[in-house]
């Protein structure tokens, strides 16, 4: 099977064959080609609350250093949607009969791929995991618990007709598997590691941004999703995979390192996020953006616009965080200073550094840094496993395997704000 950057081979194991044409649309996605979106899918879609994520960059502002890097949660959301029924297809068409697998389950594993990321914030993940720890200090705010309540309000604001089991069962895919109760899910555990897979990391979200996300950026991409999908098999209500198709899985993984490496983390990247958290937290005394986060009603009015209404505002509360923006427009950004590598033996006792820890170890002479001078990002790049293979968390994937693993990496990038 082709790469996942061969256009010549659009591929389908024609979930479409559950679709009720008649009532349902087609759209063209640059990724996946023809996507036929179902009549209940669209009842979602057609909301002004699921619209929204066109309004959210999938890479917060990353594409302003890969220009290309415009896409959005929309067209990701589709893309997820359609391989999480792409999938179930695939595993019905050899084991159907045998799990049992029925237009329901289509219906319900596409509809959690749909919605798996309706509560994502502004600027997508800079928001859950900078900005609001910024402002507010220790929050465990995340994304998916916010999609859990968006859903239940989409459902309720629109009078959205959906069985109450579905839904249950919707909220419970799109949480990585492993947070899981063995008691709430009894049968077709399998189902919940489609759209996110906690326990080895090998899901249909993955497959979309990776293939998306590097198209995206110019970047090469050989990681052939295709194969995998048509060598699912389900084992002991597990998802597994051909052990020759270890090298694959690997290219998955391996792939989504070099994005943190390359695109993700890259210096000037971080440098425009820091000063997006900066500009955002100042903010936040006076636009209350923190006080949005709670109820649906009201987060769904949060887009990444936000920049832009700060940027065009004449009040006096907003000039820090105007001039910040600006500085961004203008690329005066933050000067990066130095990366510290730490070593592979030191993780286990490695302390995020901090911009105290950088400004107490200054030499003395010459210009002296003040805590508020400096900004630290503390990034960990790893197989999405911690410092696990999740080749060996993959059945049918043999443990003594020839290929190479990815050793994690953790390093700290300094940056001054002056």
């Not at 709670?294 to 987060?299: D, G, K, L, T, V």
Request: net charge neutral.
């Amino acid at each position: 099977m082709g790469a996942c950057t061969n256009d010549d081979e659009q591929w389908s194991f024609s979930s479409a064959s559950f679709v009720d044409r008649r009532s349902s649309k087609q759209v063209y996605d640059n990724v996946h080609g023809n996507i036929y979106l179902d009549p209940l899918s669209l009842k979602f879609i057609d909301t002004e609350q699921f619209q929204r994520l066109r309004d959210l960059k999938q890479l917060g502002l990353v594409h302003m250093v890969y220009p290309g890097a415009s896409h959005s949660r929309f067209e990701h959301s589709l893309g997820v949607y359609w391989l999480a029924g792409e999938a179930v297809h695939a595993i019905k068409a050899c084991q159907g009969l045998e799990l049992g697998i029925d237009r329901f389950d289509m219906e319900t594993v596409k509809l959690a791929g749909l919605l798996h990321d309706v509560g994502h914030g502004p600027f997508s993940h800079l928001f859950e995991k900078a900005i609001l720890p910024q402002i507010l200090h220790g929050s465990n705010w995340s994304h998916e618990d916010m999609s859990v309540r968006m859903i239940d309000y989409i459902v309720d604001e629109h009078n959205i007709d959906v069985d109450s089991q579905r839904l249950k069962k919707v909220k419970e895919m799109i949480f990585p598997s492993k947070h899981l109760s063995h008691t709430c899910v009894k049968d077709k555990k399998f189902l919940y590691d489609i759209v996110a897979n906690g326990r080895n990391g090998i899901d249909v979200d993955k497959f979309d941004y990776i293939v998306r996300d590097t198209r995206a950026c110019g970047m090469g991409c050989n990681f052939q999703f295709r194969r995998l999908m048509e060598s699912m098999r389900v084992i002991g209500d597990e998802i597994c995979y051909r052990a020759k198709d270890n090298l694959t899985i690997h290219k998955l993984f391996s792939t989504r390192a070099d994005l943190h490496r390359t695109v993700y983390t890259h210096a000037k990247v971080k440098a425009i996020d820091l000063m997006l958290v900066d500009a955002l937290t100042e903010a936040d005394k006076f636009l209350k953006i923190s006080s949005s986060i709670q109820e649906p009603a009201e987060f769904w009015k949060l887009d990444d616009s936000i920049m832009k209404t700060i940027e065009t505002s004449s009040d006096h509360e907003l000039k820090e965080s105007r001039d910040l923006i600006r500085r961004i427009r203008r690329r005066d950004l933050y000067r990066f200073c130095n990366e510290f590598s730490v070593p592979k033996d030191s993780l286990d006792h490695f302390k995020a550094i901090t911009p105290q820890d950088i400004v107490c170890s200054q030499r003395s002479g010459g210009i002296a840094l003040r805590e508020e001078d400096v900004a630290v990002s503390n990034v960990k790049i790893d197989l999405t496993r911690g410092r696990n293979n999740p080749l060996e968390r993959t059945m049918r994937v043999t443990r003594n395997s020839r290929y190479r693993t990815i050793a994690s990496v953790t390093s700290c990038l300094h940056f001054t704000r002056i």
